[in-house]
């Protein structure tokens, strides 16, 4: 567990990250914005899903999502340009040497979202945290739903060995799943290692190379998003965002 | 980065950590020990790696390499277990909400590692640290080297995202070469991307399926060892245990 009290400044830091995500949560509950914090490992394949899903939405000719990303990389840029060829806004956090996104860096991003972009016309932040399976569940961000990546090459034990994780997510994609054929894999011992940790959360095996399980996914952030959008204030939030700190 | 100061005890964290691991490489150093300390993203193989690694080193009929294992894992100890079926020394560590394990885990681990076995009858200790490319590369152990691995199928792009790991290693395991055909990735992207970081390293493709490049990785781990068993003292190391803290 990362060090939870800061005596120097009297403050537990968890509990500073709480308010911090209470915070954006109320920003975005304001606009209507579904926030989804999308976690796993590095290389579980969070930015190819992130591709195929924005590509699935750009290119729906009635698009019923309008999608933004918050893009959290220790450093470069490598992934917030993937995802900008999809043309929806995209906003970059380099956390330098931290290994998770917190409720503060994330504010950050909102910040520059509501000045470059009208928070009226999303419905969707997806947030793509930093590749690590343990701290970033420690971590809430204002997220309305936790989804945890596992791909089935990191093995059937994973969710026993990193149970933060699988006990905090509400959505739980098992990726690459057209490379089944290659491996020694049970996935059905994954979903019942899963099971163990979380009996509630819903489980989608799918591959972003074949396209395997897409529609349940879109199915299930498109719930999401509507969930809250039928919660969605009348008025114009075109200006509420001066509020935001 | 993690917190790094700790105004309640008046110490820096990442300072105390590094007296704990000279602490321990002063003792490893004492008895003629090499510690190696193994780190990668939960699912890259380490675990895998170890068991061909030591069914290698104690199916030698003249062995030269008398290993042990410090293995850490959040919870569970599963991956404990699949090694002592080798046979070898295995301390489990369980570091609970922690994403890395710390000099003090470490010498804890040793505490009990020497008062169970005969030091003097250790070349080797392999440390196996928690899933994390990113925290454990902070957190020194006491260590004389650092192996990083990182498998094919999390993408070519990782030392360019996660630098700090691909800095500090001083070799690098390429993993799961055997799915090589049935991934688009370019092995040669991933070896330039890691020369970018740290034009040092040793980088060793390997497969703990088909056994390629465990040679060359035998070969480095033997080499490290007797690099250190040839400043070994000629007294026996048996008692000196004592002064473990």
């Known amino acids: 567990m990362h060090q939870t009290f ?4 009297g403050i537990n830091l968890l509990h500073a990250n709480q308010e911090g995500a209470d915070h954006n949560r109320a920003h975005f509950d304001e606009w209507g914005i579904t926030c989804i914090n999308i976690m796993s490992s590095p290389g579980a394949g969070k930015t190819v899903v992130l591709e195929r899903t924005l590509a699935a939405i750009t290119q ?27 043309g929806v806004p995209v906003i970059a956090i380099n956390t330098g040497r931290s290994c998770h996104l917190d409720s503060k860096m994330v504010a950050g991003g909102l ?9 009226s ?20 961000v204002g997220e309305h739903a936790k989804v945890a990546l596992l791909s089935i090459t990191e093995g059937e034990d994973k969710p026993l060995k990193y149970p ?51 529609e349940t996914w879109l199915s299930w952030l498109k719930a999401q998003v509507n969930l809250r959008k039928s919660q969605k204030p009348s008025t114009s939030a075109q200006t509420s965002h001066e509020g935001l700190i």
Do not use: W
Request: proline fraction near 5%.
């Open 111 to 119: 910040h520059r979202l509501v000045h470059e972009f009208n928070p």
């Open 164 to 214: 933060v994780m699988f006990q905090e997510a509400d959505c739980l994609l098992i990726t690459k799943m057209d490379l089944a054929p290659y491996l020694e894999i049970d996935v059905d011992r994954i979903i019942a290692n899963v099971r163990q940790m979380n009996p509630h959360a819903t489980i989608i095996p799918l591959s972003a190379k074949s396209g395997e399980g897409f």
């Open 6 to 9: 800061d005596a120097a400044l």
């Open 60 to 86: 729906d000719l009635s698009p019923s999502l309008k999608a933004a990303v918050i893009e959290g990389d220790m450093t470069t840029e490598l992934d917030a340009d993937r995802l900008r060829q999809y």
């Open 121 to 140: 016309e999303i419905d969707l932040v997806l947030v793509e945290n930093v590749g690590n399976l343990v701290c970033p569940a420690e971590f809430e």
